[in-house]
């Protein structure tokens, strides 16, 4: 049985391929990234799309979702699995060594965006938890005091964290479909939308805003499946997560919402009567994701910034990410969903397009030697493709009418383009460096 993937072996391998005895079986993979599903957030976007949409365009929006995130999946895990890369490798050898820096700073904002988001759930349910046992409620409390138990966790160690979630994430379950349960229970099966949902929406921003809630995952999964043994191990793993768990997921939430009219698990809890104490447990498994949100943005920031101590990412990824949950991002969680879907399929079908040609029977090790500060080609077609689906969505163009595809189709078409063209040029030159070798040489001028 090959060792498990914790962040001791990933550190370990950060800086090069992971060796065929520290490999894995798929399935064990395939359990952790399917945990990536179940938890508040998770909650919130089905409710809000089901409420939107209605039951059965919810989950088929959801299955559709589901099906997108695997085909990425499938294509990162691969390229991991032949190479055995980190995503900080495999992203530094498209982009540059400085290339990489600006794409694990864009990578690190979005985790302590995460960060801020659980931090507004778990301010959410201790205040509901005050107000029901007439305590003073404060949410700006609550979320300060939240993030500091998040920072304070966060230098245990992810070893430790990898262990009490595997405790929490299925005690989130359980509570979720209890919820569920008792919500068809009491108020019966209610599958049409909602005449005035919170917040309006089409089918393609539904699937959109599914997607965008895992895309991350998407991107950095070569953390992950660089372990596993064998590529037929690492589709069939990613079969087993994503679109089981998240159509799953999604409709335990879209059954509460449309028959109480809300979205809140913590508003759930208290008016379906079933205790403060689920309250608590709710908060607690935020406090794992966020203290390994900190984690992740902290290892980003510090293969850019390597001189600088890692607790000092921690401290500043927990203050960005309060400022962003006082602020209110939950307000604007669709839509932050919406974004992040377009601007991370980039990045990760820029290095996939790497790895099938530039890279494609290159020696591992060796095409990490010498690289270039930054390859401009890379860097602008993230940028472009984000700025063409931005402009295309505020004008109502669309390819799909699901933006994350369209990023994704745009970049991946875009620097197909170019990298087919840089390779007939470097064929070009080679042709004729050889038949400039042959010509008969020129006479000795007299």
Not at 56 to 65: D, I, P, Q, R, T
Not at 315 to 343: C, E, N, Q, R
Request: positive net charge; contains cysteine.
């Amino acid at each position: 049985m090959g060792r498990q993937v914790t962040a001791d072996s990933s550190d370990q391998y950060s800086h090069s391929p992971v060796p065929d005895g520290a490999t894995m079986a798929g399935w064990r993979v395939a359990l952790i990234v399917a945990s990536f599903s179940i938890g508040q957030p998770d909650f919130l976007n089905g409710a809000q799309n089901a409420l939107a949409l209605g039951l059965g365009s919810a989950v088929g929006a959801a299955f559709l979702a589901a099906l997108i995130l695997c085909i990425g999946c499938c294509f990162t895990a691969v390229v991991s699995v032949r190479t055995r890369l980190s995503t900080y490798l495999l992203v530094q050898r498209s982009f540059g060594t400085y290339g990489a820096a600006l794409i694990n700073i864009v990578l690190a904002l979005v985790q302590y965006c995460a960060f801020g988001i659980n931090a507004s759930f778990i301010g959410e349910a201790m205040v509901v938890a005050a107000r029901v046992n007439g305590f003073p409620d404060s949410f700006t409390a609550f979320v300060i005091a939240g993030s500091i138990l998040a920072a304070t966790s966060t230098p245990i160690g992810i070893r430790a964290l990898e262990r009490l979630a595997l405790v929490v994430v299925p005690l989130l379950g359980i509570i979720f479909v209890t919820v569920a349960t008792v919500a068809l229970r009491r108020h019966g099966l209610v599958v049409v939308p909602s005449l005035h949902p919170p917040v309006p929406m089409r089918f393609g921003i539904a699937v959109t805003s599914v997607v965008g809630a895992y895309m991350i995952a998407v991107a950095t999964m070569p953390d992950l499946s660089r372990y596993i043994r064998t590529e037929r191990g690492a589709i069939g793993s990613m079969a087993l997560s994503f679109p089981v768990a998240t159509p799953l997921m999604m409709t335990v939430a879209a059954l509460p919402a449309l028959a109480t009219g809300q979205t809140s698990v913590s508003g759930l809890i208290v008016s379906l009567g079933l205790g403060t104490p689920l309250l608590f447990l709710l908060a607690t498994p935020m406090l794992t994701v966020n203290a390994a949100n900190l984690y992740s943005g902290a290892l980003a920031l510090g293969a850019t910034f390597p001189k600088v101590k890692g607790w000092m990412f921690t401290l500043l990824g927990a203050a960005i990410g309060t400022a962003f949950a006082l602020m209110g991002i939950m307000d604007h969680f669709i839509p932050f969903l919406v974004f992040l879907s377009m601007i991370v399929p980039p990045i990760a079908a820029i290095y996939v397009i790497d790895a099938f040609t530039l890279f494609r029977h290159a020696d591992t090790e060796a095409s990490l030697r010498d690289l270039p500060a930054i390859r401009w080609e890379a860097i602008a077609v993230w940028i472009g493709s984000l700025v063409l689906v931005l402009a295309g969505t505020a004008c109502g163009v669309t390819l799909t009418t699901v933006p994350a595809l369209d990023a994704s189709i745009v970049a991946g078409v875009g620097y197909g383009l170019i990298v087919r063209h840089s390779g007939r040029d470097r064929a070009r030159r080679a042709q004729d460096r050889p038949s400039a070798a042959r010509a008969p040489a020129a006479p000795p001028r007299v």
